[in-house]
């Protein structure tokens, strides 16, 4: 059965264009590749994730605060009600069920050592950036092998339109090896083993990348590969159609399952 996820409201747009210019960010937000996938464990991001609509707010909220605490001491300090916050995320009822979620989210990420959150009773919260590597210490903005992720998914707010796992999975197809230049000799592309490291299912890797193609962000082919011992095999070459998100979603956002 299909559902649609809709359209940003004004007020939803609005403060998009306010936080955005607020960071002062011209290239959007880089993730160290620890952040997105690990040999040993379940990476940050799968177990930010996890948790059905609960992991995607708390994802969604991660990003944003990533990207505008940028400078040091990577704090945020303005005075913003959940109820803004679920606004700017687009969630249903706003002011009431969608602040709610956004609560709990904040109050998720400083218990795992995501944010440290100051929660004054009555007051909105405040927070500062913790690590990406979870051991609760000061933040360090990654300057070498990290992913950058294109301003264009807040500016043209793809990060309403797509589901947590489809967001999930764009950061990864962004962090695989190769380029999305159509006559590259070297496309992006996922062996099992790398993929494994991300840590998603093969069906949820397979939904949200259907999604996606659906959307227009990407192309998935087939190429027939040498392996060893003169073994042939199928992989999937993925090309972001637009790496930078320049485009705008197709409103109303038209999905089949709740991934």
Do not use: C
Not at 71 to 88: G, S
Not at 100 to 110: G, M, P, Q, T
Not at 130 to 147: C, F, I, N, Q
């Amino acid at each position: 059965m299909s559902t649609t996820r809709p359209e940003p409201t004004t007020d939803s747009r609005t403060k998009m264009e306010l936080l955005t210019a607020a960071s002062k960010r011209k290239t959007g937000l880089q993730l160290p590749h620890s952040f997105l996938r690990d040999e040993d464990e379940p990476p940050p991001l799968l177990r930010l994730l996890r948790g059905g609509r609960s992991g995607e707010v708390r994802l969604k909220l991660y990003l944003t605060a990533s990207l505008i605490a940028a400078a040091r001491p990577h704090e945020y300090r303005r005075n913003t009600p959940a109820r803004v916050w679920a606004e700017l995320l687009n969630l249903p009822k706003p002011a009431t069920a969608g602040a709610r979620r956004v609560s709990d989210a904040f109050e998720w990420l400083n218990d795992h050592d995501y944010l440290r959150v100051d929660r004054r009773r009555g007051m909105p919260p405040k927070f500062t950036l913790l690590s990406m590597d979870l051991d609760g210490k000061e933040y360090a903005k990654p300057t070498t092998e990290y992913v950058a992720i294109p301003l264009g998914l807040w500016t043209r707010h793809w990060i309403n339109a797509l589901s947590g796992t489809e967001l999930a999975i764009l950061l990864a197809i962004l962090d695989l090896p190769g380029n999305d230049d159509p006559h590259s000799r070297h496309p992006r592309f996922a062996t099992g083993e790398q993929k494994s490291k991300y840590g998603f299912s093969d069906d949820s890797w397979t939904k949200a990348t259907k999604q996606l193609v659906h959307l227009g962000v990407l192309e998935v082919h087939r190429k027939v590969a040498n392996g060893g011992m003169s073994q042939r095999r199928n992989r999937n070459i993925y090309r972001l159609t637009d790496p930078e998100l320049h485009s705008k979603p197709p409103w109303p956002v038209t999905y089949w399952d709740s991934l």
